[in-house]
């Protein structure tokens, strides 16, 4: 059963082929680092009504003396993927079944950690995150 990836034939907007367009790739081998360099928030332009994929950047503070397994509550979020520490925790989708991502306990440090969530799919107008201590299923 063929199931091709990607872009396979010619890009369209609406029914109007497009020509003289080029890709470029979106490096995330070390997504914390590279997103050092997106600090200016461009507003939507007039007119444009799609939600555009955002990358969120935090920082949080641990002070605990052990460092739990956990979860984080992605629901609110579209669909994206979301690193700590530059660990990538995988991929989340407002369709579920899973609505929380694995933290592992390990992959924090105690002080200042950081995350960057790529959402692909904007459904928020307020972006927040949380930890909990449970999954949450469809």
């Not at 080029?22 to 600090?39: C, D, E, G, I, K």
């Not at 503070?61 to 669909?79: A, C, E, P, V």
């Not at 390990?106 to 200042?112: A, D, E, R, S």
């Not at 904007?122 to 449970?134: E, K, L, M, Y």
């Amino acid at each position: 059963m063929p199931d091709p990836k990607g872009i396979t034939e010619g890009v369209r907007v609406g029914n109007q082929f497009l020509a003289n367009w080029t890709m470029h790739t979106l490096p995330l081998a070390h997504v914390n680092r590279n997103t050092n360099n997106f600090t200016t928030c461009h507003p939507t332009p007039q007119g444009i009504t799609q939600p555009r994929p955002t990358f969120y950047r935090g920082e949080f503070i641990l002070s605990n003396q052990t460092l739990y397994d956990s979860f984080l509550d992605m629901r609110g979020w579209g669909k994206g993927v979301v690193w700590v520490n530059d660990f990538n925790l995988g991929r989340f989708w407002q369709l579920g079944p899973q609505f929380s991502l694995y933290v592992p306990g390990p992959i924090l440090v105690q002080g200042k950690n950081s995350m960057v969530i790529l959402d692909l799919d904007v459904q928020h107008t307020t972006p927040s995150i949380s930890f909990i201590t449970s999954p949450v299923w469809r």
